[in-house]
């Protein structure tokens, strides 16, 4: 009977620590809202620099869901935001230089992120536009995207 017991403590034991482990490591691994947000607009920005209006468009969400809210209104839905943003810059060589400035960073979850930038584009030396933007970035299906945005 003490060895029944001995051998259950020890199995016990083993599964717990596996178990604590498990979720040490995941901790480790996994990439936090603050990090996800940063790294998500580096890409979109570094795609639009690029010239790469597809791939910048790749950081939203692209679902009927997501928000658009600008001086012009609120349009709901990635396809009516891209093909603003195609007519908008129909020559790659008009999207000019995108750079931001993190005003906000802040975790509203553990898959969310709330992203505060004063951000502008250039061309040839010349503000194009800019102002401030709120971004609502959430982890969905194992990527960063902006589901919603405020730009100003």
């Known amino acids: 009977m003490k060895r029944l017991l001995l051998l259950f403590t020890l199995l016990f034991t083993h599964l717990t620590m596996a178990d604590s482990l498990k979720n040490e490591l995941t901790s480790i691994t996994a ?49 009516p935001v891209l093909e603003m943003f195609e007519q908008d810059f129909k020559d790659r060589s008009t999207m000019g230089t995108y750079s931001y400035e993190p005003l906000h960073l802040e975790a509203l979850g553990k898959d969310a992120a709330l992203y505060v930038i004063r951000w502008k584009i250039e061309r040839d030396g010349k503000r194009l536009m800019g102002g401030i933007s709120s971004q609502v970035w959430k982890k969905m299906n194992g990527k960063w995207v902006i589901t919603s945005e405020h730009a100003s």
């Open 31 to 79: 990439e936090s809202p603050i990090e996800g947000a940063r790294k998500g607009l580096d890409g979109q920005v570094n795609a639009w620099n690029a010239g790469n209006l597809e791939a910048a468009m790749s950081f939203y969400w692209n679902s009927p869901e997501m928000l658009w809210i600008s001086k012009n209104g609120v349009e709901k839905a990635w396809q």
